[in-house]
């Protein structure tokens, strides 16, 4: 589980600030080219520098390409794939077409049969879903491969591959018929209150444009009527080599990329006439500017759009420029959001953003979380904010330290650009020909932000605020649990009503920095110091019994991952009563440090890389963050100063229990909402450790309990200090002297003698029931078994994860690909290394009440075979490899490392586990597969699960019990 993180430096993170400023493609400063110089295609137009680390080009048939060599991951190629059309280039008799084409090409074309593309994928090392995926939307068709262990073999399979799959693919009426119950159920599976929510929203927001009636998911009418002569028509219009990109990045050769490309794509041609795109329409002053939702599941909620028309621009400098001082403008709004939100008020939450959407609106977008029932106040403060932005120009200081925050998330993405992933530059590209615009690399976008300094004055970011709350239309939309009197109504009079100019919003600057924060103490001293050799690894223990593992290495350049681990997580708290370990999420690292609240914390930590996120682990609570080399110093006493000298801050725990109590009937909002609630607690055995809190435990959460439980946990030991990254290793540990090793000796915290681990529920007659209130044909279940737990028999729980994967190939295959009951089935592994027992077997699925039994049925019969019979090697091969190559990636970066040796330094046999793990995943027969199903797949331990609509209590009823088959045995 990763921790929530509450960012010191800012209630925007640095990467929401790097996706804004570093994927909007085309920040730069201008180049001189030379008049004879040949212009990449991405850069028609444009004087932003080219990014020179690609080579760009276009095959004779019109079909663009972009490659480059990037060795992040050492191994993996990444490939993109994108074709012109999305749900915007559909008729009224089309619609999800272009996702139900993306569908039906990952099923067989031309060089692959029905089904194969996915097997040959997973023979080379890929996993589906995550390695080999695709995705529509209104303006695009993207496919996805990132190859691992990429060679000039699997390079040439997989580009043979894709280019039968966008230039013949698999149309026959067995192929549709197949694939549409799987569209039709990923159709449902997206039902919900929020999906109906997004409905009505772009339905106002786009009204009178296409882009209100095309989600990219299509329609059922539309879906169930499709014919292949249809989509064969649609595939000829649209999936062309002239509306065809190609990005290919990875640990490679680009000329060996350019080859096979020519070899497998030069000889494809478009059909027939070319698809025209049509007029997507343009936002108009419409006089029904408000609409209603009304969703009991859903919480409070206002969503706003200032609409102006889409235009093509001309991706110059200029333009850029312009991008980034409306980014900062609305920067300094949010901040006055949220320094009034956390001073309470009528909202809890409110932000505004800017976005080109979907080449049909360029539109401002505020959204509001009213804090109680009168959603109006809300909307008139929130207003009220922005208005004074609109009226008066920001102060100087005011603007330097947004600056100074844009600066270091800029020269953050400079310092990591060396070791950023290939999949994500691919992205980036695909993304620039979307929007139809450029890229640039950190550098130069930084370039261009430093050198227009003198272009952030109060006057223009004054005039770039009013345009950017000026447009055609202004439309809200309120979503609410209970019907409104009059509310459509009274929202219109309100959006249309004047407000005037908060005069109490500007946040106060002042010049503070980390010599306010209190010194922990003095300095410490080394005790013992020894090295893990095999791991590469360091580990020190301090005079006051904390223990350090350090880890430096460039996997990650100029970024170092921080973790604080202490206390003894949920092993140290009670099995028998219910405590207040949930509430650390919502609001301790957020109280405060020393003297220090939310709003100094933010302006000490103004342009630096530092901040605290918390997370609860079965051995330890632990605090971390990433930072750079050189904030090191400041973010380790920021967090020792946290242990030390925490302060309890009544504002975010007020604010945090506004935030659940309003947010909580969500979780009854849909079968996957209340599996998020309720799983984790019923397969240990309704363990209270694990039991989400109801309306009434959130509504006894003061912040005098809140911090009589987290003052001693905060003050408990052991501690362990994580550092790996890129760090000068003498540097990091004189900083951890003067801050860890400055802490005062702490005892371990109590508990008792004997750690009271999770217990599986026991086997019952029937399925445990649960209800959600969302649709009412829409269900979830599971059949779990228990297997075991500790660090003793972890060698085992890896080699169980073989047996899960092709248990859960299975399931797909079976419920997807075959019978379309079910759009994304799973099976999981759940083995907690700090505990006895309490790890889990559960196959979980999302599908239709009257599918539940065929669920349970097809689980038990898959379960059955895997006792009775061993694997194909083939089908172990499918599953071995990918998971070899999955391991082989993540090493190559620290959060893994860190991952295996949270413990280590208290517990060596960690580092003694780890020595076998790659084996221990890649070395198995079909023999110990079946011999692991035998004795874990036990029929008479398995417990079952289903979540219902609440109109309907009863399970599903009984379907034929199944006769065990060839495809369960989906060896082939």
């Known amino acids: 589980m990763k921790p929530l993180t509450f960012p010191a430096t800012s209630f925007l993170s640095f990467f929401v600030l790097l996706f804004c400023l570093l994927a909007v493609p085309g920040s730069a400063v201008a180049q001189d080219r030379k008049s004879d110089e040949i212009v990449p295609w991405l850069y028609k137009n444009s004087d932003i520098p080219v990014d020179k680390t690609w080579t760009f080009g276009e095959l004779d048939n019109g079909m663009?390409?972009?490659?480059?060599?990037?060795?992040?991951?050492?191994?993996q190629v990444s490939i993109r794939l994108r074709v012109d059309v999305g749900s915007l280039m559909e008729t009224e008799e089309e619609q999800g077409f272009a996702h139900f084409m993306e569908h039906l090409t990952f099923r067989g074309s031309t060089h692959v049969p029905d089904g194969e593309a996915k097997r040959v994928w997973q023979r080379l090392g890929a996993t589906f879903g995550s390695d080999s995926n695709a995705e529509t939307t209104p303006t695009q068709t993207v496919y996805k491969l990132d190859l691992p262990n990429a060679n000039k073999t699997s390079l040439d399979e997989s580009l043979k591959i894709l280019s039968g799959m966008v230039s013949s693919p698999g149309l026959s009426i067995n192929a549709v018929n197949a694939e549409r119950p799987v569209v039709l159920a990923e159709l449902a599976e997206r039902a919900g209150p929020q999906t109906k929510v997004q409905n009505a929203t772009r339905e106002l927001f786009f009204a009178g444009q296409l882009m209100a009636d095309r989600a990219p998911i299509g329609t059922p009418e539309a879906l169930g009527a499709a014919t292949p002569q249809m989509l064969q028509l649609f595939h000829q219009r649209w999936y062309r080599p002239e509306k065809t990109v190609i990005v290919i990045a990875g640990d490679g050769d680009p000329a060996l990329f350019v080859e096979l490309l020519n070899k497998h794509f030069a000889q494809w041609q478009g059909k027939g006439e070319a698809g025209v795109i049509p007029d997507f329409g343009q936002p108009q002053d419409i006089a029904d500017i408000s609409q209603v939702v009304v969703e009991p599941t859903l919480p409070r909620f206002i969503s706003m759009v200032v609409a102006?028309?889409?235009?093509?621009?001309e991706d110059t400098i200029v333009y850029n420029q312009q991008?980034?001082?409306?980014?900062?403008?609305l920067q300094l709004i949010n901040r006055r959001l949220e320094a009034r939100a956390r001073a309470g008020g009528s909202y809890l939450q409110a932000s505004v953003g800017h976005d080109d959407v979907s080449r049909s609106i360029d539109g401002t977008f505020i959204s509001i979380v009213p804090l109680g029932e009168d959603w109006e106040a809300a909307l008139k403060d929130v207003r009220a904010v922005i208005a004074d932005a609109t009226t008066k120009a920001p102060s100087e200081p005011d603007i330097a330290r947004e600056i100074a925050e844009f600066d270091a998330a800029l020269a953050i993405g400079v310092e990591s650009y060396q070791t950023e992933a290939a999949r994500k530059q691919a992205d980036d590209i695909i993304n620039a020909v979307d929007i139809h615009e450029t890229v640039a690399t950190p550098q130069v976008a930084l370039d261009v932000f430093r050198g227009m300094r003198d272009l952030y004055t109060p006057e223009r970011l004054l005039d770039s605020t009013r345009k950017l709350f000026s447009g055609v239309s202004t439309r809200a939309l309120l979503t609410s649990p209970d019907l409104v009197d009059n509310a459509k109504v009274r929202l219109a009079k309100a959006l249309r009503s004047t407000v005037d100019a908060a005069s109490d919003v500007r946040v106060a600057q002042s010049d503070i920095g980390f010599e306010s924060l209190k010194k922990i103490g003095k300095k410490g001293a080394i005790k013992s110091s020894r090295k893990i050799e095999r791991?590469?690894?360091?580990?020190?223990?301090?005079?006051?019994?904390?223990?350090?593992?350090?880890?430096?290495?460039?996997?990650?350049?100029n970024k170092i991952m921080v973790n604080v681990r202490f206390g003894n997580g949920y092993s140290g708290l009670s099995s028998q009563e219910e405590t207040l370990a949930w509430s650390g999420a919502l609001a301790l690292m957020a109280s405060g440090v020393g003297e220090l609240g939310q709003e100094e914390l933010d302006k000490i930590t103004t342009g630096r890389r530092i901040g605290l996120g918390f997370d609860i682990d079965n051995d330890a609570f632990e605090?971390?963050?990433?930072?750079?080399?050189?904030?090191?110093?400041?973010?380790?006493?920021?967090?020792?100063?946290?242990l030390a000298f925490p302060r309890w801050d009544p504002a975010p725990v007020i604010r945090s229990k506004a935030?659940?109590?309003?947010?909580?009937?969500?979780?009854?909002?849909?079968?996957?909402?209340?599996?998020?609630?309720?799983?984790?607690?019923l397969v240990r055995g309704k363990d209270p450790r694990w039991k989400t809190p109801d309306k009434a435990d959130f509504a006894k959460l003061t912040a005098k309990n809140f911090k009589q439980f987290w003052k001693p946990i905060l003050a408990s030991g052991p501690v362990e200090l994580m550092l790996f990254g890129d760090f000068d290793r003498d540097q990091a540990v004189d900083s951890i002297l003067k801050t860890f090793g400055a802490l005062k000796s702490r005892q371990p915290a109590a508990v008792s003698a004997e750690i009271v681990s999770p217990k599986f529920p026991s086997p019952q007659a029937g399925p445990e029931i649960l209800v959600h209130k969302g649709d009412k044909e829409r269900a979830a279940a599971m059949v779990a078994w228990p297997t075991g737990g500790g660090l003793e028999n972890v060698r085992e729980s890896r080699k169980l994860e073989v047996l899960t994967s092709i248990f859960n190939d299975r399931l797909f295959e079976i419920l997807r690909s075959q019978q379309g009951a079910s759009y994304s089935p799973q099976v999981m592994n759940s083995w907690p290394v700090d505990f006895k027992s309490g790890g889990y077997i559960g196959a979980q699925s999302q599908l239709t009440p009257d599918n539940i039994d065929r669920f349970y049925n097809v689980v038990e019969l898959i379960a059955k075979d895997l006792r009775e019979k061993p694997v194909s090697a083939d089908e172990l091969q499918r599953v071995v490899e990918p998971l070899r190559q999955l391991i082989a990636r993540a090493s190559s970066g620290n959060s893994f490392?860190?991952?295996?040796?949270?413990?280590?330094?208290?517990n060596p046999q960690k580092f003694v586990a780890l020595q076998s793990l790659l084996s221990d995943y890649t070395v198995i027969t079909p023999q110990e597969v079946q011999a692991l199903a035998v004795k874990y797949l036990d029929e008479n331990k398995e417990w079952k699960l289903a979540v219902l609509p609440e109109s309907n209590r009863v399970a599903a009823n009984d379907n034929e019990p199944e006769e065990p088959s060839s495809a369960v045995s989906a060896s082939n």
């Open 323 to 329: 991008i980034l001082i409306d980014l900062l403008a």
């Open 64 to 75: 663009r390409y972009a490659v480059k060599r990037n060795g992040v991951p050492p191994g």
């Open 535 to 557: 791991f590469e690894v360091e580990q020190l223990e301090l005079t006051n019994g904390v223990r350090v593992l350090l880890f430096p290495n460039n996997a990650e350049r």
């Open 659 to 681: 935030a659940a109590l309003i947010g909580y009937d969500s979780f009854s909002g849909s079968p996957q909402a209340v599996l998020e609630r309720d799983l984790e607690w």
């Open 623 to 642: 605090i971390s963050a990433d930072t750079r080399p050189t904030d090191l110093e400041d973010q380790l006493h920021l967090m020792a100063a946290k």
């Open 308 to 313: 102006r028309p889409w235009e093509q621009v």
């Open 897 to 906: 490392w860190m991952s295996q040796m949270e413990g280590a330094s208290f």
